[in-house]
């Protein structure tokens, strides 16, 4: 059972396309995130939502869009892709409390061309 | 402001040959500290933490890491290390201050036969 999963791994869109990514976590944790991991493998913090409330949000464009239906799903929806949202995105979980690490999705590569 | 420095972006090793991936963080008032790994095309795989007690710790793989407060460092050493070792490696560090992980600009490690 993957723990935190994410759709699609791979996507590839032309610029000015309106595109969604979606995270599931089954670990029955109360935190989810989205980073953004640029093409030198820095990880930049994106959202972060607990018990479906957002309390991260980060200088991110207007066009990124989080949406958390339940505890167990963060989804990402970008409007007007650009080239430079070309990146790999992750999906994390973790439980409440700060003494706790993250889980991470396998990612999803966006390619906007 | 809250920062984590992983001075090496680099770090090749030969085989069997001892490393340490260095990591320093900005204030040690209450950190939790994690090391995690991501092989190539993969998402991140936690290695090792340390929430409290021993400052040693042990993770996966045969690697272990050192909190030290007084230079708030927290580095990662292997004894011996394999070829399935070369991948990227991301310090984090969590603050009780807030919710989101910082993360390092991760060391890339390639283990060189």
């Known amino acids: 059972d993957t723990a935190v999963s994410q759709t699609p791994k791979y996507l590839v869109t032309q610029m000015g396309n309106d595109k969604s990514i979606k995270c599931e976590q089954n670990l029955g944790h109360d935190t989810m995130y989205w980073y953004k991991q640029d093409s030198k493998k820095f990880l930049k913090i994106m959202f972060s939502y607990n018990n479906k409330e957002l309390i991260i949000n980060e200088t991110v464009p207007n066009r990124f869009s989080p949406k958390s239906p339940d505890k167990a799903h963060l989804n990402l929806h970008i409007n007007s892709l650009e080239l430079g949202d070309s990146a790999v995105y992750f999906c994390a979980s973790s439980q409440g409390g700060f003494n706790t690490e993250a889980f991470f999705g396998q990612g999803t590569r966006l390619t906007v061309v | 402001a809250q920062s984590v420095t992983q001075l090496d972006s680099q770090v090749p090793v030969f085989e069997e040959a001892p490393v340490e991936l260095r990591c320093n963080y900005s204030s040690s008032v209450s950190v939790y500290l994690f090391w995690y790994v991501q092989y190539p095309n993969q998402g991140l795989q936690l290695l090792l933490k340390?929430?409290?007690?021993?400052?040693l710790v042990k993770g996966i793989n045969g690697f272990e890491a050192e909190f030290n407060k007084s230079q708030t460092s927290f580095h990662l050493r292997k004894p011996s290390v394999h070829i399935s070792d070369t991948a990227e490696y991301f310090c984090a560090v969590r603050w009780n201050t807030g919710n989101q992980f910082y993360f390092g600009t991760g060391t890339s490690l390639t283990v060189i036969p």
């Open positions: 340390y929430l409290s007690g021993s400052t």
